[in-house]
Nanobody, 123 residues
Framework: QVQLVESGGGLVQAGGSLRLSCAAS????????MGWYRQGPGKEREMVAA???????YYSDSVKGRFTISRDNAKSTVYLQMNSLKPEDTAVYYC?????????????????WGQGTQVTVSS
């Protein structure tokens, strides 16, 4: 049974930082691309960052230069370092896993999802 468990969310002031973690179990972590998504109030879910099984990264324009995705295959964990946070970053953040052979920048490729962690940025 695949499980993705996010942690690290919380309340932070604008300009602050948070580091999200997603611990994976039940899958061969190194054979999966990992993505971070978010869904803000009244908004559709969007991909914010992804990392391939080989370490190639992708960022949405809205977070490029502020967020950094990384992975530790030995710990089966993916991270999202979020700096210079803005109120518009407020959302539930989800991690997701896509088999390496799929197109990992496409949301449809992600087979497994975590339950999400709330990030709230106050102005």
């Amino acid at each position: 049974q695949v499980q993705l468990v996010e942690s690290g969310g919380g309340l932070v002031q604008a300009g602050g930082s948070l580091r999200l973690s997603c611990a994976a179990s039940g899958l061969t972590f190194g054979r999966y691309a990992m993505g971070w998504y978010r869904q803000g109030p009244g908004k559709e879910r969007e991909m914010v960052a992804a990392i391939s099984s080989g370490g190639t990264t992708y960022y949405s324009d809205s977070v490029k230069g502020r967020f950094t995705i990384s992975r530790d295959n030995a710990k089966s964990t993916v991270y999202l370092q979020m700096n210079s946070l803005k109120p518009e970053d407020t959302a539930v953040y989800y991690c997701a896993a896509a088999p390496a052979f799929k197109n990992w920048v496409r949301s449809a490729s992600y087979d497994y999802w975590g339950q999400g962690t709330q990030v709230t940025v106050s102005s």
